[in-house]
């Protein structure tokens, strides 16, 4: 079964990365390989782009999609480890740029199987790599309910949270909840008000799916990691798609914007502690053009930090 994926603020991002003949870049979240096939397009000949992703079904559409070219490297590895990835490709500070399109995919989203979204019914899984870890159903069968309430409340920014904990841990005593209807109609009753144009478990979901996945941490690792990976002057572009992403992207970028804090007011800043990135702009949102075409990219927010010597 095919699933089709736009890629979100792709002329934006081609922008931002200042993408030149002969370069090499890295997309750090494949998906299914939309704006890896832009940079490749620019790239010409003599460039070079390097993919990774976690999710193996991505892997396997990406490897079918490019089978002959030969300036594409694709790796099923996770983002987190981008600095990993540089020195093993000989690449450490050799990249002219990165991209980090984070978040879920829409092949993720619309393939009942994964489990992802209560638009379909299937089978509560939610892991972006569906060959290791721990499911969603098995973690919501075994995590005390004081947890699942914490990370519904701080992942998922719902003020309903305690009442959805009770009725998870209430309802799986009766039988196993095991698929993602029986979540979502749940969730459903156990929320009093409704967000207008908003199914009531929007918010359970994704604090569910980045728990699983332990989405935050990988994306602290991966923004560490492309200190690793790029050139001087080269750029970093990462989508975010919601507030708790945009909130480690731009603590990210300005932190590594400014001196080390320890070092202020003295005359000689040691190298380790100057600023090693320099912010690009303002965030970046979708056009109402694009909005209208692919809704998905409503809450897309773009931010551009440039690598400094």
Avoid at 131 to 147: F, I, N, Q, S, Y
């Amino acid at each position: 079964m095919t699933f089709e994926h736009t890629p979100v603020l792709l002329a934006e991002v081609l922008v931002a990365l200042q993408v030149r003949a002969g370069g090499r870049y890295l997309d750090a979240t494949f998906g299914r390989g939309g704006h890896t096939a832009a940079l490749l397009e620019r790239v010409g000949a003599d460039g070079r782009v390097v993919a990774i992703d976690r999710d193996p079904q991505a892997i396997d559409a990406g490897r079918e999609r490019f089978m002959n070219d030969t300036r594409l490297t694709l790796l099923h590895r996770e983002f987190s480890s981008l600095a990993q990835v540089s020195e093993e490709l000989g690449m450490v500070g050799g990249f002219d740029g990165v991209l980090l399109d984070l978040g879920v995919s829409s092949p993720q989203l619309d393939d009942a199987t994964r489990g992802f979204s209560f638009a379909h019914d299937g089978p509560l899984d939610m892991r972006m790599n569906n060959r290791l870890g721990m499911t969603a159903k098995d973690w919501l069968a075994k995590t005390h309910e004081h947890e699942i309430a914490r990370v519904i409340r701080e992942y998922g920014e719902e003020r309903f949270a305690n009442r959805i904990a009770q009725k998870i841990v209430h309802a799986r005593h009766e039988q196993p909840l095991t698929r993602t209807s029986q979540l979502a109609d749940l969730v459903a009753s156990a929320v009093p008000t409704r967000e207008p144009g908003k199914h009531p478990a929007t918010r359970t979901f994704q604090a569910i799916r980045i728990r699983v996945n332990n989405e935050l941490e990988e994306i602290e690792a991966a923004l560490d990691g492309t200190l690793t990976a790029l050139a001087p002057a080269a750029r970093l572009c990462a989508i975010s798609f919601h507030s708790l992403e945009d909130a480690i992207v731009k603590g990210f970028m300005q932190k590594h914007s400014k001196e080390d804090p320890i070092y202020a007011g003295l005359p000689q800043v040691p190298a380790h502690a100057r600023p090693k990135l320099k912010r690009i702009g303002r965030a970046i949102h979708a056009t109402p053009a694009e909005v209208a075409a692919n809704a998905r990219s409503r809450s897309a927010i773009m931010r551009v930090a440039q690598r400094l010597s």
